[in-house]
Each structure stands twice: as C-alpha cells, then as structure tokens.
C-alpha cells in the first residue's frame, strides 16, 4: 500500500504576525495578546489555524488602523530585534510561549488610554508593577482634587479603581469590576423600617460618603474621600455620576416623573380618608408597579421589585441611591424618594427645580 502524502508544512506569514501582535498592543488588549502566544494561536507552526482566515479578522488591523500612529509605535516596538527574535523563538518552541515583557508595559498604557481598566491591571500584574501603578494614579487624582481639577480628580481614580485585584478570585487572581446589580440588593435587602433605614433620606454628609461608597467599590478609594469638604465631594459625586452614566439625564427625567405620580396620589388623598396606598390602587386600577415602571422606563412582565432594582442599577446605578421600597397592600413597589432640603439629589438634577446636570 502506498503510503500516504507528507502532509504540506503550514507557512506562517510572519509579517502579518507582527501587524496582528502591534494590533493587540495598540488596542491596549490583554486577551487578544495572549491568545496570540497561546498553544492553538493561527499564528504557531503546527497548528492547523490561520491568521489570514474570516474567523481571525479581529486579530487583523484594517487599512485605517495601520496608519494610525499609535499603530505604528507599537508595530515599531514589535519588530524592535530582540524583542522580534524573542516573539520568533517563542512562536517556534513545542512548549508554552512566554509573553514578550517589553511589549506589555505600552500594551498597559493604551489599555489605560482606552478606559480597558481590567486589561491594564492584567499587563501590570504580569509586570509585578500592578500596585505600584494603582498608587501613583491615586496620588496624581488626589492633586488634581487638591487643585479643584475635578474631571481629572475622578478620571484618576477610575483608573486606579480599574487596576484593583481581587486574589480570592476562582480560578486564579483576576481583576476587580463593579458590580452594580448585586450591590444595589444589599443597599435594599432589608426593608425600611424607619426614615433612618432608608439610604434616600440619610443626612447630606452620610448620604454623600455612602454614594460614592457604593459607586467607587473600594474601600482604599472610599477612605481616601473623606477629607475634602462636602462641597468638593458633591461635584466629584456630580461627575463620577456623569463619568459613570452617560444616559444620567434620560434617568433624571423618569425619576421627576415618577415623584410627579407620588405627588398627585397624595394631593388626592389629602382631600379624602383614604390612604396613599387606596388611592394609588384606585386611580391605577391595582397597578402601583406603574411607579417603578416609569422610573426604569419600561414594563417588565410579572417582574417584582428586586428585579426593576436589578435593571435599575445595571443601566443607571446612582439611582438606586435615591430609591426606597414601599408596601402597597400586598404589592411591594421602589418609590423615589428624597431628603428635604438635602444638596445631593438637587446636585444630581434630581429635584423639580433643579436643572439636569450636564
């Protein structure tokens, strides 16, 4: 029996191995880089995989990009000769390719340049210089808020939040991300028994310290707030909001709306014995749940209040901070609820008769 062909050696296009790896580099992308090193990566000899397939174009740089400078710094970098040779070795090694270190440090910086938070964390943690990093975006956002630079003050520690790591993380160490949703269940998990257990309602001060608590997720961050004056920790609330929810205005208006339905209930009921919860059932025909409808802007089908709480705190999460949950009969319903007189909501555009922050 004749033996079989020698199957055809795979040619790799070295060239465009390098655009794809400067590509990873420039788009600040730990995920795209490292899988470009990994054991089934297109562009490793004995793989069956190609770079130049459909199924890899999003390893590929286009025409655009190639002549973007920050392109060309990175491809640069990566035909640089030792770190080439290294990437060569490495590709052609029958074993696990080690990451070119040289390239992960400008990798970080345009993560960093394109708010790619976790992917930076990534690259400086491969560094070791992962801490030392998140300090010195800490100190540098705390001059800024020393000089009243606040949109800098609040890009800063985004930043330095982004490159905080969780070690208790399964499988193995990993980024730390907001999470919103499961955070706005522990703000609300226990119903209010008094005006005190309401987050809506807390003094200016605590009210203050618990939103940016709740919006930063870090402790070290949360601490490291509570020395500038309230007027100062106002704005910097303001624009992380801003910087956090750009759809803030389209929440504002709901939630205006949604204390104008409050607001008609109890004029209603002061003019008749019933209570604001008959007159809510009677005027919505047992439907108080249109409430929170209207501050998430939409229905959802049998939904109950922890899960229009959950949506809420995915698409707009300060507003969990000016919610509070609310009996009806047998119906429990979120309600906007505010503090007279109070500057954190009228900050925020939250009031009748304050203008939507923008």
């Known amino acids: 029996m004749a033996r079989a062909a020698a199957k055809e050696e795979k040619n790799v296009d070295m060239d465009l191995t390098a655009k794809a790896i400067a590509k990873a580099v420039a788009d600040g ?10 054991a ?7 793989t069956t995989e190609m770079l130049e397939s459909e199924k890899y174009s999003y390893f590929r740089p286009d025409a655009e990009q190639e002549g973007n400078q920050i392109f060309k710094d990175a491809h640069r970098l990566v035909k640089e000769m030792f770190t080439w040779k290294f990437i060569t070795q490495e590709l052609e090694a029958h074993r696990p390719a080690q990451l070119p270190s040289e390239l992960l440090l400008p990798l970080a910086d345009n993560a960093i340049r394109e708010s790619r938070f976790t992917s930076a964390a990534q690259a400086y943690e491969l560094l070791r210089i992962r801490r030392k990093m998140q300090t010195a975006f800490f100190e540098e956002a705390d001059k800024a808020l020393a000089a009243d630079d606040i949109p800098r003050a609040v890009q800063g520690y985004r930043v330095a939040i982004g490159l905080a790591y ?3 993380a399964f499988p193995e160490p990993l980024p730390k991300v907001a999470n919103y949703q499961t955070g706005a269940l522990l703000v609300h998990g226990r119903y209010p028994r008094s005006p005190e257990d309401c987050i809506a309602v807390q003094p200016e001060e605590a009210h203050t310290n618990i939103a940016l608590g709740f919006l930063l997720g870090d402790d070290e961050a949360t601490a490291r707030l509570t020395e500038p004056p309230l007027d100062k920790r106002l704005t910097f609330l303001k624009e992380l909001v801003l910087r956090i929810d750009p759809q803030w205005d389209t929440f504002v ?3 205006k709306k949604a204390c104008s339905l409050v607001t008609e209930f109890a004029e209603r009921m002061s003019h008749q014995s019933a209570t604001l919860a008959d007159e809510i059932e009677e005027q919505q025909g047992h439907n108080p749940e249109e409430i929170m409808e209207t501050l998430l802007g939409r229905k ?3 939904g109950v209040w922890w899960q229009y709480l959950k949506d809420l705190a995915y698409e707009h999460p300060a507003g969990v901070l000016f919610i509070a949950r609310q009996r009806f009969g047998e119906h429990e319903v979120l309600m906007p609820r505010l503090l007279e007189g109070s500057s954190v909501p009228a900050k925020l555009g939250l009031t009748q008769d304050s203008p939507t922050p923008a």
């Open 253 to 255: 208006e709901r939630y």
């Open 300 to 302: 959802i089908e049998n």
């Open 40 to 46: 089934i990566s297109p562009i490793r000899q004995w």
């Open 29 to 38: 992308d730990i995920v795209n880089f490292k899988a470009l090193f990994g």
């Open 166 to 168: 969780d070690y208790a």
